[in-house]
């Protein structure tokens, strides 16, 4: 079955320091990846997607991530966090198979202090 | 431009009382439509799907169910809430394939009391 995995519940970085958040996922075909984030009380917008090509994609807001194949993972990144990222972070993979139903990570919490 | 409209934003129902969170999308047509819940610390759970007119499916067995009347029109219901109820309450829609990313609404809050 489909599934992804955000280990990380919650992370705190400081104001300019780097940032990377995990997402695992577990899927039999070639996966539709995607990142979201949630501001308090907000619905979700999309960061960036991944569908073919290039592995590393790049976002909106400075983000980034990687599409590692070998280690099913496909983790978020951001170089220097500003506090206005503090947010809830989702990662998600697409399912060919049943249409195109996603399937969610549990969020991670992101606290940005300064 | 699509947009997606939600509403109400924030709902106070009390416990066995009747539900009804409606969800619109503009600017396209034969949409697919979601409705997900996000619980307090928790990840999102897709309630329904649907991928045309009249076309639900659930997944998750609820205390709710929904609705396509329309196209664009997508109704989430219940005919007595619950406690566990409540939550945030997210209207989705995307294009039909399954590399289409998502767009959600601004979300529900509704408090069961």
């Known amino acids: 079955a489909q599934s992804v995995t955000q280990p990380d519940i919650h992370i705190t970085v400081s104001e300019g320091a780097s940032l990377e958040l995990r997402c695992n996922y577990s899927?039999?075909?070639?996966?539709?990846l995607f990142w979201y984030v949630q501001s308090p009380g907000q619905g979700l917008q999309l960061l960036l997607k991944?569908?073919?090509?290039?592995?590393l994609v790049q976002g909106i807001k400075g983000f980034e991530a990687e599409f590692k194949r070998s280690q099913s993972s496909f983790n978020l990144r951001k170089p220097s966090v500003h506090w206005s990222d503090a947010a809830e972070y989702f990662c998600a993979v697409g399912d060919s198979n049943t249409g195109n139903q996603f399937y969610f990570g549990t969020g991670t919490s992101l606290t940005v202090i300064p | 431009s699509q947009t997606i409209h939600q509403w109400p934003a924030t709902l106070v129902q009390p416990v066995g009382s009747p539900l009804s969170l409606e969800c619109t999308v503009e600017g396209t047509s034969n949409p697919n439509l979601y409705w997900y819940r996000q619980a307090a610390g928790r990840g999102l759970q897709l309630l329904f799907y649907s991928v045309g007119i009249g076309q639900i499916s659930s997944e998750v067995p609820q205390n709710l169910s929904a609705s396509r009347p329309q196209d664009r029109q997508f109704i989430l219901s219940s005919k007595k809430l619950l406690l566990s109820d409540s939550g945030f309450y997210l209207c989705?829609?995307?294009?039909?394939?399954?590399?289409?990313?998502?767009?959600f609404g601004s979300g529900t809050r509704l408090t069961v009391v």
């Open positions: 991944y569908f073919s090509g290039d592995t």
């Open positions: 899927y039999g075909a070639t996966p539709y």
């Open positions: 989705a829609w995307s294009a039909p394939g399954p590399s289409m990313a998502y767009t």
